[in-house]
């Protein structure tokens, strides 16, 4: 065999040794893309950093378990009359060891967003308790009315998701009861007006309803509190109360998205903020059942 054909059948056999070893040599990983999530709407996901669209929270790589932190709530003075004016204390609990949580992240530029809703759905409040340096949030408050109060609050233990825990408190003396009818007319408020249309025109419990918002004038509108608008829904009852943030927003549109759990009558309360000033205002909408 001559030397030149030695060298090519070597040069062959070497080509096809490297062919073998590259065909089964393991392929480098790929990175998957990255999942950012938002922690109080887990529906919304992005492939890179940033803050939801909807609601203004910033976006996590990782969303915890969903494990419920409970809030314990006190007061002084313990017993209460109409006009006065109370002090509550909030302390919330880690679900493992029972002890006071300390640290909390941001929801919507506040440690603990509070709504407090009278029995009669005359009073509405939507407050900030402050974090205290052992761990628990103190607010003073005056209560107008007698009978039953709800509380909806909204906090975010570090190292878990945004919570909302429901409370109730009792002040002596009856309570009117709710005097409320359906109510879809403009709402004037501070420094603009509210006008509101809803899809379907009859809403259904169960089913998802859309709110959409005309705010008059628009020019001036801002975020407030790190989000287009803010909502509290309760059920006449006041069995029910939702905390929502807008879905959509251009301009003076803005547009909510609910299901309502139960038939019956809500009423809304929406906040927007207009050169500085903050408008609260109230329609009231009748739900059908399927």
């Not at 065999?1 to 060298?7: D, P």
């Not at 990175?31 to 996901?45: G, Q, S, T």
């Not at 992005?46 to 976006?59: A, D, F, N, Y």
């Not at 608008?229 to 939702?242: K, T």
Request: hydrophobic share 40%.
């Amino acid at each position: 065999m001559s030397v030149r054909a030695f060298s090519r059948r070597a040069c062959i056999q070497m080509l096809s040794g490297c062919a073998f070893a590259y065909a089964f040599q393991k392929p480098q990983d790929t990175p998957a893309p990255k999942d950012w999530v938002c922690p109080m709407d887990p529906d919304y996901r992005s492939s890179k950093p940033g803050v939801c669209p909807r609601c203004g929270m910033t976006l996590v790589l990782r969303i915890p378990e969903r494990i419920e932190y409970p809030l314990e709530v006190s007061q002084q003075p313990e017993s209460l009359n109409p006009g006065d004016t109370v002090t509550l204390t909030f302390r919330v609990l880690h679900p493992s060891t029972g002890e006071t949580v300390t640290r909390f992240e941001l929801v919507h530029e506040k440690l603990m967003h509070l709504f407090l809703v009278s029995e009669n759905l005359e009073f509405f409040a939507h407050v900030h308790p402050i974090l205290q340096s052992n761990g628990t949030f103190t607010l003073n408050v005056r209560l107008p009315y007698g009978g039953m109060y709800r509380m909806l609050a909204d906090y975010y233990p570090s190292g878990s998701v945004p919570q909302l825990a429901v409370n109730t408190l009792f002040v002596s003396g009856a309570s009117d009861h709710p005097k409320i009818v359906p109510s879809l007319a403009p709402c004037p408020s501070e420094n603009l007006t509210a006008s509101l249309r809803l899809d379907p025109a009859e809403p259904i419990a169960g089913l998802e309803t859309k709110l959409f918002f005309t705010l008059d004038p628009a020019a001036g509108l801002e975020p407030y509190l790190g989000a287009w608008g803010h909502m509290l829904v309760v059920s006449s009852d006041l069995i029910d109360l939702l905390h929502l943030h807008p879905f959509l927003a251009n301009g003076g549109s803005i547009q909510f998205n609910i299901i309502f759990p139960r038939s019956g009558i809500y009423r809304i309360w929406t906040q927007f903020q207009r050169q500085s000033v903050v408008n609260t205002v109230v329609f009231t909408v009748p739900v059908k059942s399927l």
